[in-house]
């Protein structure tokens, strides 16, 4: 069943209006989320998800810290099977007209 696209509006950030700095997010996820994706084999969970933003002039850090569990059909058998989570990631999300070719750090966002 998908959902009206107006329910993940409670997950958008206005980065554009936001003073350079640190800006702290925190969200949870439930099964109600995953119903708003067609294509998703997820049929219940719940995740926290901790989010720090740090804005540059031209570059958005991104911290992602993601704990909880999802529950997917097993591949074999097709039960339901509670899956546990938990990671940290970091993306690089760069505001630029430079020449991409040339880049050679970490995996960036270019917009």
């Known amino acids: 069943m998908k959902k009206d696209k107006n329910y993940l509006k409670a997950f958008d950030i206005q980065f554009g209006g936001l003073k350079v700095g640190v800006h702290e997010y925190e969200f ?10 067609e294509s998703v084999d997820i ?3 719940e995740l926290r998800l901790s989010f720090i933003l740090e804005k540059q002039e031209n570059l958005l850090t991104l911290h992602f810290n993601v704990s909880g569990f999802v529950v997917q059909p097993c591949g074999r058998c097709t039960e339901p099977m509670r899956i ?15 020449d991409l070719d040339n880049w050679e750090q970490t995996p960036v966002w270019w917009l």
Request: aromatic share 18%; hydrophobic share 35%.
């Open 28 to 37: 949870s996820v439930d099964k109600s989320f995953f119903e708003g994706f």
């Open 43 to 45: 049929e219940d969970g």
């Open 84 to 98: 546990p989570m938990e990671f940290k990631e970091r993306m690089l999300v760069k505001f630029t007209t430079e």
